[in-house]
């Protein structure tokens, strides 16, 4: 995910919204939309208002004219007929970009705006801030932005060999790039490092960034780099890797998704090392 071309994102709901306006509306984690999970549509704020969908309002941006708009309808809210709900991941097909990428960014924020109604320290209610994206409490003053954690994710080479790791949650026979979340008081450098050795036991070097991509979740941002061998053997201590190997680049397993920053790293790094 990403921020689309001719998008202006903005935080500011403007005071007249014409009823044409999207609107990303949810229901807890799900998305609603006019149509089907099939074949979605995005509804105007119009069709909203006129199913009865209504809540509060979070201003997203601008998409080439039109206004767009997150909605939180309340957790267990229904679906009215013509309208259908499902979580994120359902729509990875259907839904296309930008709206699906629109629809990602809605997420993380009514994820935001569903988990900090009360304030963290005191308990009391908080309220939107006017001048940023931030809930402030109304007793204490304490602030709370929405959550980005980031997470790395490294693909080590060995000469013509990939190090690639499957997780027991992974499709059956697919492998991917390490990946894990960034701790406090860490460089995503310093990250890579202690990932790939707690993970797979082997050291790294020249870490080099690739790109990121936004992972809604619930609130990651992806940060992707490639690394090179420096020493030592695959030791599979972390329950959470079922199996990590080195494949040659003419043998590799299954993939992860073209949509995934993982497989555009693996790509990537695949023409890269084919072209020496
Ligand atoms: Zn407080």
Redesign the pocket.
């Known amino acids: 995910m990403h921020t689309p071309p001719g998008f202006a994102p903005s935080h500011r709901l403007p005071a007249v919204l014409p009823g044409t306006a999207l609107g990303f509306a949810f229901s807890g984690p799900k998305l609603v939309v006019r149509g089907s999970v099939a074949a979605p549509a995005i509804p105007t704020l119009d069709e909203l208002d006129a199913a009865g969908l209504a809540g509060d309002r979070h201003y997203l941006g601008d998409l080439a004219g039109i206004p767009c708009v997150e909605i939180a309808l309340g957790d267990g809210v229904a679906p009215p007929p013509g309208f259908a709900a499902a979580g994120l991941r359902a729509f990875f097909v259907t839904l296309p970009d930008p709206l699906l990428a629109l629809a990602a960014r809605a997420f993380q924020v009514a994820d935001w705006d569903r988990s900090h109604r ?7 209610r ?1 309220r939107d801030r006017e001048d940023e994206r931030a809930k402030e ?6 602030v709370a932005y929405p959550r980005v954690s980031p997470a790395m994710m490294a693909l080590v080479t060995r000469g013509r060999e990939l190090l690639l790791a499957r997780s027991a949650r992974f499709a059956p026979g697919m492998y991917s790039a390490l990946a894990g979340f960034v701790e406090p008081g860490e460089t995503i450098e310093d990250c890579i490092r202690r990932e790939v050795r707690e993970e797979v036991g082997v050291e790294i070097a020249n870490p080099a960034y690739f790109a990121s991509q936004s992972w809604a979740f619930p609130h990651s941002l992806m940060i992707a780099y490639t690394a090179e061998y420096a020493g030592g053997a695959i030791r599979l201590d972390d329950p959470e890797i079922e199996d990590a190997r080195w494949f040659p680049l003419d043998a590799l397993p299954e993939l992860p998704s073209a949509v995934s920053i993982a497989r555009r790293l693996i790509d990537a790094t695949v023409e890269r090392l084919r072209a020496r």
Do not use: P
Not at 137 to 142: D, E, N, P, S, W
């Open positions: 009360y304030c963290g320290r005191c308990g009391a908080t409490c109304t007793a204490c003053g304490h």
